[in-house]
């Protein structure tokens, strides 16, 4: 594999176990707020963040090639408000996508077609992924601040009812 291609597969990584462990901590601080359906859909996108990393790991492993895995920084702990804490997935998962793009592009110049192969799946993931965080956002500016509206969204993500949000991690960690 080209060692470009290499390093910016491996650098990618961060930035899925980054959303993994703060989509972790956002359910933690989502759960002690009394927001369980909340938490959970946190919980469920931190495991399928996991299964991301994973499957980059794999495809290096499969070409004989290492993975390097990388430090992550402490999540925060709180956050100032549920819509922040939206913004900042949605923040995050737009980061993924140009990663995405990046290595694409990087496949492509070096004819890598496995490897190109291989980010078709998360090309594909991210506008799930950035559809969903944009769906949830979105209900939370609508909910405003009060306590029945937010009430409302929870109960939604709790029955999965809202786009990209499902009740159950799916097979293979679309999250
Ligand atoms: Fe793996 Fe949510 O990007």
């Not at 927001?35 to 790991?57: D, N, V, Y």
């Not at 990663?99 to 993931?125: G, P």
Request: charged share 20%.
């Amino acid at each position: 594999m080209n060692s470009e291609l290499l390093k910016g597969l491996n650098e990618h990584l961060k930035l899925e176990f980054r959303a993994a462990h703060e989509y972790l901590a956002m359910s933690v601080w989502l759960s002690v707020n009394d927001l369980p359906g909340f938490s959970t859909w946190m919980k469920q996108q931190s495991a399928g963040e996991l299964t991301h990393a994973q499957r980059i790991m794999d495809h290096l492993v499969d070409r004989d090639e290492q993975p390097v895995l990388p430090a992550i920084p402490a999540p925060p702990k709180t956050w100032k408000s549920l819509e922040a804490l939206c913004q900042h997935v949605l923040k995050n998962e737009r980061e993924v996508t140009a990663s995405i793009n990046e290595l694409c592009a990087a496949a492509d110049k070096t004819k890598d077609r496995a490897a190109a192969v291989m980010l078709q799946w998360f090309v594909t993931e991210q506008i799930e992924e950035e559809a969903a965080a944009r769906a949830v956002l979105g209900r939370i500016r609508l909910a405003g601040s009060t306590g029945v509206g937010v009430l409302m969204v929870d109960q939604e993500l709790a029955s999965g009812s809202v786009p990209g949000a499902p009740a159950e991690p799916p097979a293979g960690g679309s999250a």
